[in-house]
């Protein structure tokens, strides 16, 4: 697991929600620094959104550049975790005060650690908005390898 439970409020003021600081250290692996052998890497984000709004509330994706998520290894640039990796409107929908949405979200980021299976990963929601106040988001976020014999 790279974080556990981390929470952040999301609200009406765009804000870059960071989940996994930039030097968060990736899971050690028995075979961490055997990048050849590694075949595949997975980014799992599960989590759940919880309205504390007295209403109607979820994301607020007008804006392409609204709610996207995003990886960086070892303090670099953040890059999309997809080519389109925004969220969608009415993405967390909670209908009420109260109301929770879970998720669940599989990435393949093998390419991107290809050269540092054991590097620092770094994750936000760039851009986090949603339509009203108080959408308190809170995520965990594993690193699944997958190697080959």
């Given at each position: ?80 975790l997809t ?10 929908y909670c ?18 650690m290809a ?35």
């Open positions: 697991v790279l974080v556990n439970n981390q929470a952040v409020t999301i609200s009406t003021v765009k804000a870059d929600a960071e989940f996994s600081a930039d030097d968060t250290n990736a899971p050690a692996n028995p075979i961490s620094t055997e990048n050849s052998q590694m075949n595949r890497v997975l980014l799992v984000i599960s989590g759940q959104a919880h309205n504390t709004f007295a209403g109607l509330n979820y994301l607020d994706c007008a804006l392409a550049t609204d709610n996207q998520w995003q990886v960086n290894l070892d303090g670099g640039t953040y890059e999309d080519p389109n990796g925004q969220m969608v409107d009415q993405d967390w209908i009420l005060q109260g109301a929770n949405a879970s998720f669940l979200f599989m990435f393949d980021i093998t390419d991107l050269t540092n299976v054991d590097g620092k990963i770094g994750v936000k929601l760039t851009n986090a908005v949603s339509k009203q106040d108080s959408l308190i988001t809170t995520v965990s976020i594993a690193v699944q390898y997958l190697w080959r014999k």
